[in-house]
């Protein structure tokens, strides 16, 4: 079980053996501190809390500072899960994880959220084509057309109707990536193609 946290920098391109120019992504992973480990005895499932990143000690509660005691002052915290007890053996409070354990080659799974975009009509948001600027027509080229108020639903909005709202800010995983490059002086590694996210978005990383 092979895990760290880290925040996106930017995306750039490097050559790989073969000269070919390949697009990646940068992010800047741990170390982070192991602030928790959690058993299905004590917490119903097996899990190992950490923590990334540096919070202004005054923005922390008490609970907090209590339950980290002398072990930092993160800005992040978060649960990595296992079915397995056994991947928890080697592993107690206070241990650091770097990314020595990750290779390049190594095939990982990366999730963080995605851009927030607020409010967007049907043709941003769903891609629809909008209606005819002729035959009548006024202002009512991105309108969304009918939402179906005649159906068999007896006049009511059917449900998963493609409608205008709230666009991003969504929990993002790719499985698969590649590791492209590790930098384990500057803590960054190189991911191929490009992750959900602006810059300095919390990356959750697996391998």
Known sequence: MKFILGVKKNMTQVFDDKGNVVPVTVLEAGPVV??????????????VQVGFGVKKEKNISKAVKGHL????????????????????ANLKVGDKIDLSSFK??????????????????????HGFKGQ????????????PGSISGG??????????MRMAGRMGSDRVTIAGLKVIQID??????????ALAGRRGT??????
């Open 104 to 125: 390049e080659g190594d095939k990982i799974t990366v999730s963080s959220i995605s851009k927030g975009k607020g409010f967007q009509g049907v043709i941003k948001r």
């Open 34 to 47: 192991i602030t928790q480990i959690k058993t299905v005895k004590t917490d119903g499932y097996n899990a």
């Open 151 to 160: 159906t068999r639903e007896g006049g009511r909005v059917p449900k998963n």
């Open 69 to 88: 005691k002398d072990l930092g002052n993160f800005r992040f915290l978060k649960e990595f899960r296992t079915e397995n007890e056994k991947d928890l």
């Open 202 to 207: 919390l990356v959750e990383i697996v391998g």
């Open 132 to 143: 005819p600027r002729t035959h009548g027509q006024k202002h009512s080229e991105r309108a």
């Open 184 to 193: 384990q002086a500057a803590n960054e590694i190189l991911v191929l193609g």
